[in-house]
Nanobody, 122 residues
Framework: QVQLVESGGGLVQAGGSLRLSCAASGRTFSNYAMGWFRQAPGKEREFVAGISWNGGSTFYADSVKGRFTISRDNVKNTVYLQMNTLKPEDTAVYYC???????????????WGQGTQVTVSS
């Protein structure tokens, strides 16, 4: 019954910016931590960013720290990923995840969106 819908992906040149959104429904959004993951062609899925239930704590992969910002709006039931200074190696399908509790990291990874494609050209 949980539904997560990503949007905001697209094609951008290196150095550019994109903002991804993930709209959630099906259970009380503000109870749960949220996160972003990505999967590049031919590679394993990897963690990008996570955020606690109230936005008080954020976590980032070293590869994106200082360039990406995760945030959430518990009124709009939406989590965002602001991506700046994009690099070709950021090219991937980006997925949002709803955790099984309010804190990051989750103990289960059951609820995923369908993903949105981000392509960064050089």
């Amino acid at each position: 019954q949980v539904q997560l819908v990503e949007s905001g992906g697209g094609l951008v040149q290196a150095g550019g910016s994109l903002r991804l959104s993930c709209a959630a429904s099906g259970r009380t959004f503000s109870n749960y931590a949220m996160g972003w993951f990505r999967q590049a062609p031919g590679k394993e899925r990897e963690f990008v960013a996570g955020i606690s239930w109230n936005g008080g704590s954020t976590f980032y992969a070293d590869s994106v720290k200082g360039r990406f910002t995760i945030s959430r709006d518990n009124v709009k039931n939406t989590v965002y990923l602001q991506m700046n200074t994009l690099k070709p190696e950021d090219t991937a399908v980006y997925y949002c995840l709803q955790a099984d509790g309010g804190w990051w990291p989750p103990s289960r990874y059951d609820y995923w969106g369908q993903g949105t494609q981000v392509t960064v050209s050089s």
